[in-house]
């Protein structure tokens, strides 16, 4: 396994086309089919999309970018600015100073750097190979959230990288805009406009040389994100292949963090290019060479007067064949009207955005937003040709039934907590693929259920195999036409039988010892969560048994409490507490080994389903309560060896990751849900802005910015398998959710604002509501609920035992 702390440490030592085309793309048939049309005085001047700023997130750690794609889309096509280091885990940070072309697939806001494939980069004068050095020193940049102090510089707006020699050219910062599904720079060293539009499947570019004279296009095959600085990015099998004088297709593979994965691409010109050159390791081929098979490939195509006209590029991918990708091509991209295809993005960023439809006195709290909503829309990613093919995780080609997609790209150890409850919500039509391409996964993959897939490939990275939470979840929510059964022996023999990252140990012992396992404590926690999500997939296919004794198994969290202290903590294979112990710190030895991303602080909090019997463990409700009120009170500062994403501080609670994310709600539990409310509204307001550095910590595919978009309506679902919400501070003042079939959820907010973050009462289609939790079956039965808020705390709302949230299926007691 990889977490994203062993990278660090390695790395740093469309809806329709319109009627001209005549096609829908996979998306108005995949959910866009269902989705209503845009409400709402917004679609008048600019729609949603125009609250959105698109590079939130592009600076500190964010880790973000800031091109076009589609919601969901195969292709992120967007500038590269660097492609080693953590910080350029997207290929592109608002601190580097220089641009190296354009690439076709990107991560968002991930802890782990991959993709970048099929570069582009238009220039003018002698080619060269190489992109140049950055011209910034190879170190993290600084961020307002960081939890550990840093001797890096913060990011800086005027920042100016002096870039060594080669095709990578500086850009004019006031140049550089962008909305969803559009990008535009202009390259200051080559004097080129350069913008970017897509649809699911392919990219458009359209370059505009400003000087007079020859051009070319490099085509940089070899280039791609690599995790170690001083080695390229490690491509085998590439080849390159020129058709005619307006086309050139090709393939790669790449062995990087997904390992071994495919990508094919096809590539048309609106204009005849004169001459085309390839390189194999950067030795020129000969005139006659139409094909270019190697490692290291590259071509030159070029234009004896560049500015004559606009040229445009567009391009399709694959994970197929490029036959694949030149269909893709040809069915979404069959024109050159690049404002046709411009408009289609827009229109479809414009519906899926206008899902939620909000109103609120702040221009800052609208934008960042809908910013946030924006950015729960960039994974999971589309992973199936037009035809239906796609790569499974065994490497074979599959068929999919016809109206079906596969997707790829699910952070699940991110991404269970509050991305996939949100997209239950408000993107239901899609759940269905989306899960289902979890089930195709778990029976096709030599590694079984899917712990962090990208692009066909396992990569192992983080603890638990949480795409059970997330097929749990579905079928707690009702969802149909999931293949639960199919999936059931595959992730009953991970729990069972698999010799699988300290799972024997965990079910010898009922806990996995620090002396034998590395992040000993973490794991223990979260595969008592991944027991809890499993027990009911086991009762949905019929094994009671089984259910029963996951169920049980799901409590072994006691394990590794140590009631003397309060704490989680790491434990030996004897049953000894190990020392030293600092609930600061990474774990007991030199080597961080006991906790994930976390500290014993942090992850003393990380019990989701079974918290009346865990408050036990405390002492009582109060004691809990009194825990709780230490890790928001106690001294923020970190060790040195803490991992960057921790950060996010507020005492030991950390926002920047994940962990945390469900702990603010857990007052509710002990009935002082006014706590929940006072925390919340806090983090709202302080860990989210749409600057560079606006998010705490990586965003992580989504779900720092779904925990933003669900804690605004004021709801959050602690635990996701119980398919209950618990009540936050709502931060919008009204708020209307498509919540499938015509239904709609609306959320108000009376007597709201900056200093009135407490709810006095609530109530639910006009009558009093007491509880401080309401079920999704409810909200997704569509209807209005009302929050009417105040500044100082009613106590009594939630205290009673009867209006707390239930948890392992139980009322509080």
Partial sequence: MVTR???????????????????????????????PAVKGAATAAGGWARYVDVFTGTGGHGHTYPGASLPFGMVQLSPDTHNS??????????????????????????????????????????????????????????????GVSSTSPLLSGDNDAHPGQGYRSRYDRASEQAQPGYYRVRLTDHDILAELTATPRAGLHRYTFQRPGA??????????????????????????????????????????????????????????????????DDALLPDSA?????????????????????????????????????????????????????????????????????????????RTFYS???????????????????????????????GQHNYSTYSLWDTYRALHPLLTLYQPERVPDLVNGLVRMAVESPDGPPVWPLQGVETGCMIGHHSAVVLAEAHAKGFRGIDYEQAWPVFRKRAMDDDYRGLPLYRKLGY???????????????????????????????????????????????????????????????????????????????????????????????????????????????????KLDGLFNADPALPADAPPDIAGMVGQYAHGNEP?????????????????????????DTM?????????????????????????????????????YVFGSPLLDHAEVDVGEGRVLTVKSRNNGPDRPYIQSVSWNGRPWTRSWISHAELTAGGTLIFDMGAAPNEHFGAALADRPPSFGNAAS
């Fill in 85 to 146: 280091g953590w910080d350029a885990s997207s290929g592109y940070h608002q601190g580097d100073g220089s641009i190296m072309g354009f690439s076709h697939t990107h991560l968002s806001g991930t802890g782990i750097g991959d993709m970048l494939d099929v570069l582009l980069m238009p220039t003018q004068g002698p080619v060269l190979l190489q992109p140049g050095s950055r011209g910034l020193p190879n170190e993290n940049y600084r961020s307002k959230h960081d």
């Fill in 290 to 366: 139409h094909t270019a098979k190697g490692d290291k490939l590259k071509a030159a195509l070029h234009y004896a007067d560049a500015g004559h006209a606009p040229l445009l590029v567009k391009v399709g991918i694959s994970a197929v064949d490029t036959e694949g990708a030149l269909r893709n091509l040809q069915a979404e991209i069959p024109g050159w009207d690049f404002e046709q295809v411009q408009h289609a993005a827009a229109a479809s960023w414009e519906r899926e955005l206008g899902r939620i439809r909000v109103e609120t006195s702040s221009e800052p709290v609208r």
């Fill in 660 to 684: 945390s994310h469900h702990v603010a709600y857990l007052y509710a539990y002990a009935g002082a849900h006014h706590k929940t409310q006072a925390r919340v509204r806090m983090l709202l």
């Fill in 512 to 626: 996995i010892p620090s002396d034998k396992e590395n992040e000993a404590v973490s794991k223990t926690l979260e595969y008592a969560y991944d027991d809890w999500a499993l027990a009911h997939l086991a009762e949905a296919v019929g094994a009671h048994a089984d259910a029963e004794q996951l169920r049980q198994r799901s409590r072994n969290y006691q394990h590794v409490f140590d009631r003397k202290l309060s704490f989680v903590r790491p434990r030996a294979s004897d049953g000894r507490w190990l020392e030293p112990f600092d609930p600061r710190g990474m774990g007991h030895a030199a080597t961080w080994r006991d906790f994930t991303e976390s500290n014993a602080w942090q992850a003393t909090f990380l019990n989701q389903h079974d918290l009346y019997e865990y408050m036990k463990l405390f002492g009582s409700e109060h004691a809990f309560e009194r």
């Fill in 688 to 724: 989210y802005s749409t600057a560079p550095d606006g998010f705490a910590g990586n965003e992580d595919c989504g779900q720092i910015s779904a925990w933003y978009v669900l804690s605004a309506l004021g709801l959050y679902a602690v635990d996701p398998v119980s398919a209950n």
């Fill in 215 to 280: 051009g070319h296009m490099l085509l940089d095959l070899a280039h791609g994100y690599h995790t170690d600085p001083a080695q390229p990015a490690r491509v085998t099998d590439a080849e390159l292949r020129v058709i005619g004088n307006d086309t050139v297709v090709g393939s790669r593979r790449v062995h990087e963090w997904a390992k071994g994965r495919h990508i094919y691409f096809a590539m048309k010109l609106s204009r005849p290019f004169e001459h085309a050159a390839l390189y194999v």
């Fill in 5 to 35: 702390r062993q990278f660090l440490q390695g790395a740093t030592s469309l809806a329709l086309l319109g009627s001209r085309f005549g096609l829908q793309t996979a998306f108005a048939t995949a959910g866009d089919r269902a989705a």
């Fill in 372 to 402: 946030a909503l924006y950015h729960t829309m960039l994974a999971p990613t589309l992973f199936s040709d037009v035809d239906g093919r796609y790569r499974g995780m065994d490497m074979a080609v599959h068929q999919l039934p016809n």
